[in-house]
């Protein structure tokens, strides 16, 4: 308890020393699904992509986990608020299994000519801009030595939700990493609705949905489930 204590102080100090004048609203609670896949190919496209090399941010950046244990690129501010205000049980940034009406909803795509590179459902808390929370992803596919796939995706709230991507993706016929393409999309998103995000080789499916705070429902969770950490409580 005393080290949960004296780690618990450390966020609270950093988070107070960071954003003194610029403190995160209130998080707001959404489960996320995100679907990366092939599109199918067009024989009439002519059409050459060059290689820009892909900067991803990572001071902060959040990797999804299966075990209840945060993995972090390294110690920013952005990763210090998500364990200290929103670890809330090991529920946030956890990989979950895909939701039935999901896979349903994927089965509509050809498994030959739209192969699924990437499918991930985690649970987390959306901040404002300045506190926005970039989530790694990489496909488990691999080529020319490295993910086929691999980016950030960063969300956020004002009157909207907001989402940026950033991802490179490396094509099935390519022939060294120079032949890699990078992509930038930003949206302004609807809660609940599916989002279609087209480039003319790869292509992106992405769902919000508002959920609770998992700290709401804790008191109806089998009491050997809860872990006990001064992290979950609300600031």
């Keep these: 308890m005393k080290f949960t204590l004296t780690l618990l102080s450390f966020f609270v100090l950093l988070s107070v020393n960071t954003h003194a004048e610029e403190s995160p609203k209130k998080a707001r609670w959404y489960q996320i699904n995100l679907t990366f896949f092939q599109q ?47 670890n809330a049980n090991g529920k946030a940034f956890n990989e979950q299994n895909i939701s039935l009406d999901w896979g349903q909803y994927l089965e509509k795509l050809d498994p030959v000519t739209q192969p699924i590179l990437y499918n991930a ?5 959306v901040y404002d801009k300045p506190n926005s929370l970039p989530i790694y992803f990489e496909s488990s596919v691999q080529k020319l030595g490295q993910p086929q796939l691999k980016g950030v ?26 032949e890699s393409i990078s992509l930038q999309q930003k949206r302004r998103m609807r809660s609940k609705e599916i989002h279609y995000m087209d480039h003319p080789l790869i292509a992106a499916l992405i769902r919000i949905l508002p959920t609770e705070h998992p700290l709401d429902s804790l008191e109806q969770q089998d009491p050997e489930e809860i872990i006990e950490s001064a992290l979950n409580t609300r600031l």
Excluded: C
């Excluded at 459902?121 to 808390?125: A, F, G, H, L």
């Excluded at 995706?153 to 099935?172: A, D, G, K």
């Design 121 to 125: 459902q985690w649970t987390m808390p």
């Design 40 to 86: 199918k190919p067009d024989p009439s496209l002519d059409e050459a992509f060059n290689f820009s090399e892909l900067k991803l941010n990572m001071a902060d950046a959040i990797h999804l986990h299966q075990d209840k244990t945060f993995s972090i690129a390294s110690s920013g501010m952005n990763a210090a608020l998500a364990l200290h205000h929103e």
């Design 153 to 178: 995706i960063e969300l956020h709230v004002s009157r909207y939700l907001h989402s940026q991507i950033n991802l490179q993706y490396t094509p099935e016929d390519a022939r060294h990493l120079g």
